[in-house]
């Protein structure tokens, strides 16, 4: 039986937050951008059902050393000293880009060309902004749809529950 590929989705974390005003703009304090960012990309993988990989850079923090830490079921990545988000990207495509499904979101033209050339798919950081405002449309969509004023259970569910509801309540 053929392997099914998993679904990966590295972020550049600060170049995004560096094309996004928005998150630039959280208190000017990149500590906040960094969280709010975070907190959607955990919405996104629920909803998505992919494995989100966050990567900022620590390659000019003195000393640092590699951490990672999972952020609900969000990897998220620091870099070493001397490692940039993007070679910590290239080195993980290297890893698993030929056996998995990787997309790598980020506006930096080298690395989208390298993901390109290494089997993945790439995402600009506009692209991504967008990705992430519809995916929470539809997450408000199918949460408010339950509750719209008028709804029967046959809009709510699909035929096959049905059914089964049915034959319950008649050996019942």
Excluded: C
Excluded at 73 to 91: C, P
Excluded at 141 to 166: C, F, H, M, N, W
């Amino acid at each position: 039986m053929p392997r099914t590929k998993k679904e990966y989705l590295f972020i550049d974390g600060y170049n995004i937050i560096n094309q996004w005003h928005y998150y630039r703009d959280v208190s000017k304090n990149i500590e906040n951008s960094r969280i709010k960012l975070i907190e959607l990309l955990v919405e996104y993988q629920a909803y998505k059902g992919i494995n989100v990989i966050v990567v900022f850079d620590a390659h000019l923090v003195k000393g640092s050393t590699e951490k990672k830490e999972m952020i609900a079921g969000v990897e998220v990545v620091y870099t070493k000293e001397h490692e940039t988000a993007d070679s910590y990207i290239e080195k993980q495509l290297d890893k698993i880009g030929r056996y998995e499904h990787v997309q790598v979101a980020t506006s930096d033209g080298a690395i989208q060309q390298i993901v390109m050339a290494r089997g993945g798919t790439r995402m600009s950081a506009k692209e991504m902004l967008l990705e992430l405002e519809n995916t929470k449309k539809d997450i408000r969509t199918k949460a408010d749809k339950p509750r719209q004023k008028g709804a029967y259970i046959d809009q709510v569910l699909d035929s096959d529950t049905l059914k089964k509801l049915e034959k319950i309540r008649r050996n019942i």
